[in-house]
């Protein structure tokens, strides 16, 4: 098993630019999730989804649009890409929402400049 | 509000000694407990988890977690350090209140090891 992918590894963007991160699990897992990482402030959540066509808000969300068309794919799209979007970018996959342990990916580490 | 303190920003320990980072949390229910670590340039890995039963849990790489309800603490130990133990170390924790699930992770504690 590959486990959590995510791609790319690295990504310099410039203000306005939109692109998409990917994620890819090949657990079967039903709950996935995005996450940005900035010094001091831990991992805060974006979107997450429960299941094939189900998404939903984390904490921090503007500026960012998910979808989950099938099981093991969970993109995340910046829209137009701000300098306060330069962080770490991990996803990360669990069985269910509940009291499971998240798998996560290598991260993606964005600059907007 | 449900919340999770790691009071630590950084520690250091020399190799060899014994370790103990805190993790304190704020949670209306019975929370579900994680010690996760972060190698540079990775992503997070589970150390260990709680649930329920025995309070002192193990985990790999050597190292065990007491959940003390009393106190709110989760805290992470490990008898002897290793050089590769330098590290970050996030404790999260999980569950649902009032039929809302939520994870939440503390802030890291970074772990340098001295030879």
């Known amino acids: 098993n590959a486990g959590v992918t995510q791609t790319p590894k690295f990504q310099v963007l410039k203000t306005g630019q939109s692109m998409t991160l990917q994620c890819a699990q090949d657990?079967?897992?039903?709950?996935m999730s995005w996450y940005r990482q900035d010094p001091g402030m831990g991992l805060r959540l974006i979107h997450y989804?429960?299941?094939?066509?189900?998404?939903d808000q984390g904490e921090v969300p503007n500026g960012y649009n998910v979808s989950r068309s099938t099981t093991e794919d969970f993109p995340l799209r910046l829209l137009s890409a701000a300098p306060s979007q330069t962080s770490v970018y991990f996803c990360a996959s669990s069985y269910s929402r509940g009291a499971h342990e998240q798998y996560f990916g290598p991260g993606t580490r964005l600059t907007v400049t | 509000a449900q919340s999770v303190t790691q009071p630590d920003i950084h520690i250091t320990v020399s190799e060899g000694a014994s370790l103990e980072l805190r993790c304190n949390y704020s949670?209306?229910?019975?929370?579900?407990l994680f010690w996760y670590v972060q190698s540079p340039g990775q992503g997070l890995q589970l150390l260990l988890k709680?649930?329920?039963?025995?309070?002192l849990v193990q985990g790999i790489k050597g190292f065990e977690a007491e959940f003390k309800r009393s106190q709110s603490s989760f805290n992470l130990r490990k008898p002897s350090v290793h050089w590769s133990d330098a590290a970050e170390y996030f404790c999260a924790v999980g569950g649902a209140t009032s039929g809302t699930y939520k994870y939440i992770f503390g802030t890291g504690t970074r772990l340098k090891v001295l030879a």
């Open positions: 657990m079967n897992h039903e709950y």
């Open positions: 949670y209306g229910a019975t929370p579900y």
């Open positions: 709680y649930f329920s039963g025995d309070t």
């Open positions: 989804s429960v299941g094939a066509g189900i998404t």
